[in-house]
């Protein structure tokens, strides 16, 4: 029953680890785009005939992209913290108490 149990919460725990990390890679990536968007006016100068206004709105637009995935992650996770410790609140303590 106890072993049972603790297989549950190790596949609940790889799973949200896997997901934690899927997340993570995405984040990763956001922000190499974000990094080759402040770099290009720095590398591209006046030469490319972008104006420095579109630039910044390009980062601004992968910074709010950024946010908003730290915000959804943020969100998953306190969701299943909660699911979490309300299923442990239901069941019997180990002591059968």
Same mark, same amino acid.
């Given at each position: 029953?106890? =072993?049972?149990? +603790? *297989? @549950?919460?190790?596949?609940?725990?790889?799973?949200?680890? $896997?997901? @934690? =990390?899927?997340?993570?890679?995405?984040? %990763?990536? &956001?922000? &190499? &785009?974000?990094?080759?968007?402040?770099? @290009?006016?720095?590398?591209?100068? /006046? /030469?490319?005939?972008?104006? =420095?206004?579109?630039? +910044?709105?390009?980062?601004?637009?992968? @910074?709010? *992209?950024?946010? /908003?995935?730290?915000? *959804?992650? *943020?969100e998953r996770e306190?969701?299943?913290?909660?699911?979490?410790?309300? /299923?442990?609140?239901?069941?019997? $303590? +180990? %002591?059968?108490?």
């Amino acid at each position: 029953m106890l =072993l049972n149990e +603790i *297989r @549950t919460y190790r596949k609940r725990a790889l799973a949200h680890v $896997s997901s @934690t =990390l899927v997340q993570l890679q995405g984040l %990763s990536a &956001d922000l &190499d &785009d974000l990094r080759q968007r402040v770099v @290009t006016p720095a590398l591209a100068g /006046e /030469e490319a005939g972008i104006p =420095l206004e579109v630039h +910044i709105g390009s980062m601004q637009k992968g @910074t709010e *992209r950024l946010l /908003e995935g730290r915000k *959804r992650a *943020r969100e998953r996770e306190d969701a299943y913290l909660q699911k979490v410790f309300s /299923e442990g609140h239901e069941r019997p $303590s +180990i %002591s059968g108490k």
